[in-house]
């Protein structure tokens, strides 16, 4: 199977703000990786740069995207758009906006999976068994409504079959939990946790919220002002972070109850304006822990253990 390897990815807007500052990471085969941050970090930006969707108002000025041994910041738009389809497929908070409400949901999975050539017979068969996959109840039945006759979380999962459907490498995934009630949020988790392992998918999980990462990722990525400040196992990056914006984030998570959602985290001060960022480090107006050199140096990211990676300069024990 084939994963995805991104480097120094840089998406600039034409207004000359860096949003995506040299971001690097994987996702190997059947791994789930989380990305987090708070709003505003660029963290959806990542995800349309590398599935190369982005808005007119951004564009990728630098780095690569490697799906299996391709760079796909170098193949030509038809290309791209075909290994898009079959290498690195997205998922939205909002299926509406994936989803047209004229079509039957059916006619529009088996549809792209026309556009890509399957022909018309295989093309119904896949959408079919698609749909079985995400557990939805006789699919043949499911695949002749329209988006509007279908719940929220089958909407999701529609979204989900219709991806699936493509046979990706790769599942990004942006937010696409957020607005479902916390039932159905469990349902699409465990789908998701699910197909990784039966299909290999290398999935890359967008949130706010660090305890939907704590049960469902390998490895977390933590993005601030559009770079990745730390990078580490989802147990280590719990147990022991090494950057103090990862330990506010987590400290901003309510005690478990196991049911309730928590809110978007809360953190002292206000997130940087992207356009003018502070020199040095630039969650260091809001952190605890700064020392003078913090506002001079802005640190690279680097390894602080196996496996382990955070931009930060003050180690953890001289956290006051
Ligand atoms: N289409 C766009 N045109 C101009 N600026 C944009 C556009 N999309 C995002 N931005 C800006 O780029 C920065 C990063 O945005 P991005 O949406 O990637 O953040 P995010 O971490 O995904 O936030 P959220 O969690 O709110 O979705 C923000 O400053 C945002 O205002």
Redesign the pocket.
């Known amino acids: 199977m084939t994963g995805l390897r991104v480097e120094e990815l840089r998406t600039v807007?034409?207004?000359g703000?860096a949003?995506?500052r040299d971001v690097s990471f994987t996702v190997e085969p059947g791994e789930i990786v989380g990305l987090v941050?708070?709003?505003?970090?660029?963290?959806?930006?990542?995800?349309?740069s590398v599935a190369g969707l982005l808005?007119?108002?951004?564009e990728v000025t630098g780095g690569k995207v490697f799906l299996g041994n391709e760079n796909l910041l170098e193949l030509s738009e038809r290309r791209r758009r075909a290994a898009r389809g079959a290498g690195i497929a997205m998922i939205y908070q909002d299926p509406m906006t994936a989803l047209n409400p004229l079509m039957t949901v059916g006619a529009q999975i088996s549809e792209g999976l026309r556009a890509h050539g399957v022909s018309r017979t295989q093309a119904r068969e896949r959408t079919l068994e698609a749909i079985a996959e995400v557990r939805l109840p006789q699919p043949a039945v499911m695949a002749r409504r329209y988006p509007h006759q279908l719940s929220g979380g089958q909407r999701q999962r529609m979204m989900i079959a219709g991806a699936l459907a493509m046979r990706p490498a790769v599942l990004i995934a942006?937010?696409p939990t957020t607005a479902l009630d916390v039932t159905v949020q469990q349902q699409i988790l465990a789908l998701v946790d699910d197909l990784r392992r039966t299909h290999s998918l290398g999935v890359l999980w967008?949130t706010?919220d660090l305890a939907v990462l704590a049960q469902l990722a390998d490895r977390v990525l933590v993005?601030y002002a559009?770079r990745i400040v730390e990078s580490a196992s989802t147990v280590d990056l719990f147990e022991s972070p090494r950057h103090p914006y990862t330990a506010a984030l987590l400290a901003s998570i309510p005690p478990a109850t196991g049911i309730e959602r928590p809110p978007l985290p809360q953190i002292g001060g206000v997130p940087p304006?992207?356009a003018a960022l502070p020199a040095g480090c630039p969650f260091q107006p809001r952190c605890e822990h700064a020392e003078d050199r913090c506002s001079v140096v802005d640190p690279p990211l680097d390894s602080v253990a196996a496996a382990h990676e955070a931009a930060c300069l003050v180690l953890p024990e001289r956290w006051s």
């Open positions: 807007l034409k207004t703000t949003v995506v941050g708070e709003s505003g970090s660029g963290k959806t930006l990542t995800a349309l808005p007119a108002a951004a942006d937010e967008i706010h993005m559009g304006d992207l």
